[in-house]
Protein backbone atom coordinates (compact mmCIF):
# COMPACT_ATOMS: atom_id res chain seq x y z
CA UNK A 1 0.00 0.00 0.00
CA UNK A 2 1.28 3.35 -0.90
CA UNK A 3 0.23 6.78 1.81
CA UNK A 4 -1.58 9.37 0.09
CA UNK A 5 -1.18 13.25 0.91
CA UNK A 6 -4.80 12.96 2.35
CA UNK A 7 -4.44 10.09 4.71
CA UNK A 8 -5.49 7.34 2.52
CA UNK A 9 -3.57 4.19 1.88
CA UNK A 10 -4.20 2.82 -1.77
CA UNK A 11 -2.95 -0.17 -3.64
CA UNK A 12 -0.52 0.99 -6.40
CA UNK A 13 0.18 -1.45 -9.33
CA UNK A 14 2.06 -0.41 -12.07
CA UNK A 15 2.61 -2.36 -15.31
CA UNK A 16 5.52 -1.48 -17.76
CA UNK A 17 8.88 -2.72 -19.34
CA UNK A 18 12.20 -2.39 -18.91
CA UNK A 19 13.16 -0.76 -22.57
CA UNK A 20 9.94 1.19 -22.70
CA UNK A 21 10.67 5.03 -22.65
CA UNK A 22 7.40 6.12 -21.37
CA UNK A 23 7.71 3.53 -18.03
CA UNK A 24 11.37 5.13 -17.68
CA UNK A 25 9.91 8.58 -17.07
CA UNK A 26 7.51 6.88 -14.72
CA UNK A 27 9.73 5.13 -12.48
CA UNK A 28 12.09 7.83 -12.87
CA UNK A 29 9.16 10.02 -11.03
CA UNK A 30 8.46 7.19 -8.52
CA UNK A 31 12.11 7.59 -7.56
CA UNK A 32 12.27 11.44 -7.58
CA UNK A 33 9.44 11.40 -5.19
CA UNK A 34 10.65 8.09 -2.86
CA UNK A 35 7.60 5.86 -3.21
CA UNK A 36 7.66 2.80 -2.23
CA UNK A 37 5.19 -0.38 -2.42
CA UNK A 38 4.49 -0.36 -5.98
CA UNK A 39 3.97 -3.42 -7.31
CA UNK A 40 5.73 -3.84 -10.41
CA UNK A 41 4.26 -6.26 -13.50
CA UNK A 42 6.36 -6.62 -16.24
CA UNK A 43 4.38 -7.30 -19.59
CA UNK A 44 7.78 -8.92 -21.00
CA UNK A 45 9.27 -10.99 -19.02
CA UNK A 46 6.31 -12.17 -16.82
CA UNK A 47 3.82 -14.66 -18.46
CA UNK A 48 0.53 -13.90 -18.69
CA UNK A 49 0.88 -9.85 -17.57
CA UNK A 50 0.17 -9.04 -21.17
CA UNK A 51 -2.96 -10.38 -21.60
CA UNK A 52 -4.44 -9.12 -18.00
CA UNK A 53 -3.27 -5.92 -18.70
CA UNK A 54 -5.39 -6.21 -21.89
CA UNK A 55 -8.40 -7.61 -19.98
CA UNK A 56 -8.22 -5.37 -16.84
CA UNK A 57 -7.07 -1.98 -18.39
CA UNK A 58 -8.63 -2.42 -21.84
CA UNK A 59 -5.49 -2.06 -23.78
CA UNK A 60 -2.16 -3.55 -24.25
CA UNK A 61 -0.41 -0.37 -23.77
CA UNK A 62 2.07 0.52 -20.90
CA UNK A 63 2.73 2.20 -18.62
CA UNK A 64 -0.07 2.03 -17.01
CA UNK A 65 -1.03 2.52 -13.29
CA UNK A 66 -3.84 0.53 -11.15
CA UNK A 67 -4.81 2.66 -8.48
CA UNK A 68 -7.11 0.23 -6.25
CA UNK A 69 -7.77 -1.75 -9.50
CA UNK A 70 -8.47 1.74 -11.48
CA UNK A 71 -6.62 1.81 -14.37
CA UNK A 72 -4.76 5.03 -15.88
CA UNK A 73 -3.00 5.42 -19.09
CA UNK A 74 -0.38 8.10 -20.36
CA UNK A 75 2.88 8.66 -19.02
CA UNK A 76 2.54 12.37 -18.44
CA UNK A 77 -1.49 11.44 -16.12
CA UNK A 78 0.37 9.52 -14.29
CA UNK A 79 3.64 11.53 -13.45
CA UNK A 80 1.20 14.35 -12.56
CA UNK A 81 -1.17 11.72 -10.76
CA UNK A 82 1.64 10.83 -8.59
CA UNK A 83 3.12 14.17 -7.51
CA UNK A 84 -0.35 15.66 -6.59
CA UNK A 85 -1.02 13.01 -4.63
CA UNK A 86 1.59 10.53 -2.79
CA UNK A 87 2.79 11.48 0.02
CA UNK A 88 6.61 11.80 -0.11
CA UNK A 89 9.49 12.11 1.97
CA UNK A 90 11.31 12.94 -1.07
CA UNK A 91 13.49 15.84 -0.15
CA UNK A 92 12.97 16.35 3.61
CA UNK A 93 16.13 16.22 6.13
CA UNK A 94 16.07 14.17 8.63
N1 LIG B 1 1.46 8.20 -24.85
C1 LIG B 1 1.78 6.99 -24.14
C2 LIG B 1 2.68 6.13 -25.01
C3 LIG B 1 2.92 4.76 -24.40
C4 LIG B 1 3.49 3.79 -25.41
O1 LIG B 1 3.62 4.08 -26.62
N2 LIG B 1 3.87 2.61 -24.92
C5 LIG B 1 4.34 1.55 -25.79
C6 LIG B 1 5.71 1.05 -25.31
S1 LIG B 1 6.94 2.30 -25.35
C7 LIG B 1 3.42 0.37 -25.70
O2 LIG B 1 2.72 0.19 -24.72
N3 LIG B 1 3.40 -0.49 -26.72
C8 LIG B 1 2.70 -1.76 -26.63
C9 LIG B 1 3.67 -2.87 -26.49
O3 LIG B 1 4.80 -2.75 -26.92
O4 LIG B 1 3.31 -3.89 -25.87
C10 LIG B 1 2.43 7.35 -22.79
O5 LIG B 1 3.01 8.43 -22.67
O6 LIG B 1 2.31 6.57 -21.84
New binding site residues.
Given amino acids: MVRLKDGRDVDLELFK?D?????V??LAKLRQLGVEGVRLRD??REPGA?EELVERGGK????CLFVDGEPM??????SEWLEANVATTAGESA
Avoid: N
Fill in positions: FTCPFCRVTRALQVPYESQDI
